[in-house]
């Protein structure tokens, strides 16, 4: 089922009547989520994906704006008759309820012409069970499982219906790290199994790279950027998304441009064919850098951690705009055991100019 959110805007009024403000919690959001694709709403705290996935489920109605799934527009449709399935942080299981009555609590529920006879109820919950692989389980209480188990059980919950869009709120927040990982990789795989259209709300900008087919970067409201995980990373539209992708972080300098070279501090670091002159911010990956003698920008090495494979140089630069610079290097090009500076080359995909005031990228040829 494609979904479509067309100029989609949530503005809250004002809690406190004297200040008058009001919130735009999400301001003119325009994409189309393809059918059986899973899409990762990302942005820091309060930049709306929550209030997005509300709008999309019903529970909360835009300002203005539409919802459509396939040809039928939604916007105005209760959560009950969208045909969706939410899952949230908390999973909020009936404590008092086995899991096999958990998951059927839905179908119970129908009503009318949507009515199930109990075998088709009860074959639907085993298959819901057997997907999420809960059903040896299904006798157990909320309080007797794993917190991992627990999500499953609310995620067999929101498939029996057989929804039509899964939306999925932070999901793995209360799980620890291990259960996270297995647990995400459990979501694409029901999600691939099921080709159900998914959305996945998070601020872990790993989750969503890890799982998503396409990543929507929010923030404060305003969609940033949409596209491939892969693609974003390796090309943000601006400073804001260039820092929130990518494990270590992007480093961040002062530099600027003059007759098509990039400066950083008094060095020209690199060639930047086609930018303009001026002040610029520059980016540079973790796994941009280069250990090289004849390399231009010069660090001075606080420490090296070796991670096995690769090392990672922590350093330090007057121009640095963060107090260490995080270059990850080969093991075999690692600096001497007694080397105090690191020069370094840089590789020119893994550089990115923005703007330094208005933080939008400036393009060079690479
Ligand atoms: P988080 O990750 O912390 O849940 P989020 O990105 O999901 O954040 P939203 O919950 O969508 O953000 O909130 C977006 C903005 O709207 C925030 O500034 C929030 O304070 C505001 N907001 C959300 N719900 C309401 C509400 N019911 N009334 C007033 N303001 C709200």
Redesign the pocket.
Known sequence: MKVELQNLTKI?PS?NKKSGEE?V?VNNFTFTIPDGKLVGLL?P????????LYMISGLQQPTSGKILFGDEDVTDLSPEHRGIGLVFQNYALYPHMTVKQNILFPLQNLRGADKLAKDEMLKRAHEAAKLVQIDELMDRKPSELSGGQQQRVAIARALVKMPRVLLLD?PLSNLDARLRLQTREEIRRIQKETGITTVF?T?DQEEAMSISDMIVVMKL?VVQQVGKPQEIYDSPTNLFVAKFLGTPPINVFAGRVESEKLYIGDDAVLDVKGAPDGNVTVGIRPEGFIIDEKGALSCNISNVEVMGRDVSVVSTHSASLNPTIRSIIDADEKPAADATVAKFALKPHKVFLFNAETEERIYFEV
């Open positions: 809250f809690r919130v919690a942005g705290s309060g930049c709306g994906k929550s209030t997005t932070e709300v601020h409201g």
